[in-house]
């Protein structure tokens, strides 16, 4: 197996190479919800696998960050939704410090959005019309209501899926007890154009008392 984790290695590996879309901040809309809906239809004409899947970063009680990938549900005025089993490691995280950042990051087109903001929790029947939308081996897992937990091996693991799956299917209206869909409200948005040169261009979109107030960054 070759080793790809050397300086030397990591060096050669090729970033930004384009060619990567342009990006005139002049011309981007005061909202940045219609700026990301852009970028997001761009990203799908694009070809992008998974453009709405996003990075979602949390605190532990003591300050230490996680980080995992998840998927967006939708954003609304400003609100961007995502959702979780309440008692994983991001729900409890989120239940005891309410603030995340989401990251997404479309390599083809060397751009990056970046939104932090306070987290609350989506009212029970928003919560569980997205858990009745979700397929059946999501839902399976889902009804588990044991993420993050140690599992002893596959076959303990398949033997419970199976099992949860069979019930999401005969009860498709089941909800898992804990099933959350959360709203982060953003109070800044940061849109990121790569550029060859490292010339890149940062927008950044900061909530006011008034609206969003916007501002380039340097790279």
């Known amino acids: 197996m070759r080793d790809m984790t050397s300086a ?5 590996l090729p970033s930004l190479a384009g060619p990567l879309p342009m990006f005139d901040p002049d011309a981007a809309p005061s909202d940045p919800d219609l700026l990301f809906a852009e970028w997001l239809a761009e990203a799908v004409d694009a070809g992008v696998v998974e453009p709405h899947a996003m990075t979602l970063s949390t605190v532990d009680p003591s300050g230490r960050p996680t980080a ?5 549900k939708y954003l609304d005025a400003g609100e961007w939704a995502f959702a979780s089993g309440s008692e994983s490691r991001k729900g409890k995280e989120l239940a005891n410090t309410p603030w995340a950042a989401l990251t997404f990051y479309w390599p083809s087109l060397g751009r990056q959005v970046r939104i932090r903001g ?7 029947e928003d919560s569980a019309a ?15 209501g044991n993420q993050s937990e140690p599992v002893a091996s596959l076959a303990e693991r398949d033997s419970a899926l199976d099992v949860s799956t069979e019930l999401a299917i005969a009860e498709p209206a089941h909800v898992a007890p804990g099933w959350t869909v959360y709203r ?11 550029e060859e040169r490292r010339r890149h261009v940062r927008l950044v979109y900061t909530r ?8 380039l960054l340097w790279p």
């Not at 995992?68 to 967006?72: A, P, Q, S």
């Open 8 to 12: 030397a290695s990591l060096r050669r």
């Open 68 to 72: 995992r990938v998840l998927i967006l």
């Open 118 to 124: 306070l987290v609350s929790v989506a009212d029970a």
């Open 130 to 144: 997205d858990f009745m939308a979700r397929s059946a081996g999501a839902r399976g897992v889902g009804l588990l």
């Open 184 to 194: 982060l409200e953003a109070d800044e948005v940061e849109f990121w154009q790569g």
């Open 208 to 215: 006011t008392g008034e609206g969003w107030r916007r501002d």
